[in-house]
Structures are given as C-alpha cells and as structure tokens.
Nanobody
C-alpha cells in the first residue's frame, strides 16, 4: 500500500503562486508514474500534470507555461509549482501515483484563487 499526503494549498489572489507537495510513504518501491489531478465543484476530475520515472512530463493545455511538475525520488515527493494562478484554477488538487499498475490517491488539498 502507498499512502499519499498533499500539502501547500490555500487562498491566493489572481497572479500569485503556490507550490503543492505530495509525499508518498509505505510501499513506495516501484512507483513509476506521479500526477496531479484537480476537481472543481460541478466539474469532472481532470489531469493537470504528470511525470514518469524517466522524467517525461505532460500538462493540461490550460496550465501549460504556468505550472511545473517535478519529483524528488529521494524524498518520495512530487511537486506542482503553480504560477500566475487564475480563478479558474480553483479546485481540490489530488495527487495520484501508480505502482505496479495499481493507482493510489491522496485526500487532496484545496486551492482557491480569488480577489
């Protein structure tokens, strides 16, 4: 089993930045895919960004150029640096990892962008 703990959410104004962290614990050997999803009220959960064990990344079109995903394998942590935040980025952000074809989810951290 893998346990995930997200942190870093909060209330910010448009144009500001936040960095989310997701620390994995438990049986972490073999994690080969890490990602951030988000879910806003009344909307479907969407993939925001992902990173493989080889460092390949993908981003949703809506966040390209503003968000950066990274991972620190020594700390078993994946990060999401979010710059130039917009009100449409308001959502619960959830960490997801895949280990030997099994997916695990964190509880989420809330990001609110409002003036």
């Amino acid at each position: 089993q893998v346990q995930l703990a997200e942190s870093g959410g909060g209330l910010v104004q448009p144009g500001e930045s936040l960095r989310l962290s997701c620390a994995a614990s438990g049986s972490t050997f073999g994690i080969n895919f890490m990602a951030w999803y988000r879910q806003a009220p009344g909307r479907q959960r969407e993939l925001v960004a992902s990173i493989t064990s080889g460092g390949s990344t993908t981003y949703a079109d809506s966040v390209k150029g503003r968000f950066t995903i990274s991972r620190d394998d020594a700390k078993k942590t994946v990060y999401l640096q979010m710059n130039n935040l917009k009100p449409d980025d308001t959502a619960d952000y959830l960490c997801n990892v895949v280990r030997f074809a099994a997916g695990y989810w964190g509880q989420g951290t809330r990001v609110t962008v409002s003036s």
